[in-house]
């Protein structure tokens, strides 16, 4: 299974950028695909995830009403839309995915990681 994260970049506080994690290798009917981040000096924290099969992601409390994570049964993608951001969003943003529906919100419950794609807010 390979994951490649696109879409980074620097954005103005208040502007909105769109990940990409295409996954191939495998078909993901029963992953679980989470998206993490970490900032400079600070350990990697769960941001998002969905199950690839359905039902309701889950969020990290500080992204909440900003960001949304979907799936793109087509292109076999998992994507972060991240509007209104914030300085506080400044990391490197990873994919991963999981083959247990049960996976939660630690990072090791993800066998699958993708190289990372680096977010930056300022003005």
């Known amino acids: 299974v390979q994951l490649q994260a696109s879409g980074g970049g620097l954005v103005q506080p208040g502007g909105s950028l769109r990940l990409a994690c295409t996954v191939s290798g495998r078909t993901l009917g029963w992953f679980v695909m989470g998206w993490f981040r970490q900032a400079p000096g600070k350990e990697r924290e769960f941001v998002a995830r969905?199950?690839?099969?359905?039902?309701?992601?889950d969020y990290i409390d500080s992204v909440k009403g900003r960001f949304t994570i979907s799936r793109d049964g087509a292109k076999d993608s998992v994507n972060l839309q991240m509007n209104s951001l914030k300085p506080e969003d400044t990391a490197v943003y990873y994919c991963?995915?999981?083959?247990?529906?049960?996976?939660?919100?630690?990072?090791?419950?993800?066998?699958?990681w993708g190289p990372g794609t680096l977010v930056t807010v300022s003005s």
């Open positions: 991963a995915a999981s083959t247990s529906g049960s996976a939660g919100r630690a990072a090791y419950s993800y066998a699958y």
């Open positions: 969905v199950r690839w099969s359905g039902g309701s992601p």
